[in-house]
């Protein structure tokens, strides 16, 4: 069963710094890009931050490049995103899953609980 377990969200003032951290089974985790998304209130999902396969490219959203920065473990089947420089335009729900820059999800049917990351003073 493949399932996604986001955490290491909270709450923190603008201009703060979160990690959150994706941990991924049932599937080969290091046969795939993992991507981070985001969803705000009222709003659409969003692309934030893919990394290939193996560690070796990454891309970003225009509006989180110069200040997150994706990573990932394959010996721990995890992916994590650094956050720093946080505005409250980070506010979301923040999923992870097996995707690509262009749009491409593997794993549409089995997205996790999220983790909520509120940026206010």
């Known amino acids: 069963q493949v399932q996604f377990v986001e955490s290491g969200g909270g709450l923190v003032p603008p201009g703060g710094s979160l990690r959150l951290s994706c941990a991924a089974s049932g599937f080969t985790f290091e046969g795939y890009a993992i991507s981070w998304y985001r969803q705000a209130p009222g709003k659409e999902r969003e692309l934030v931050a893919t990394i290939s396969s193996a560690g070796e490219s990454t891309n970003y959203a225009d509006s989180v490049k110069g200040r997150f920065i994706i990573f990932r473990d394959n010996a721990k089947n995890t992916v994590y995103l650094q956050m720093t420089s946080l505005k409250p335009e980070d506010t979301a729900v923040y999923y992870c899953?097996?995707?690509?820059?262009?749009?491409?999800?593997?794993?549409?049917?089995?997205w996790g609980q999220g983790t909520q990351v509120t940026v206010s003073s």
């Open positions: 899953n097996a995707g690509n820059q262009y749009g491409r999800i593997w794993f549409e049917r089995y």
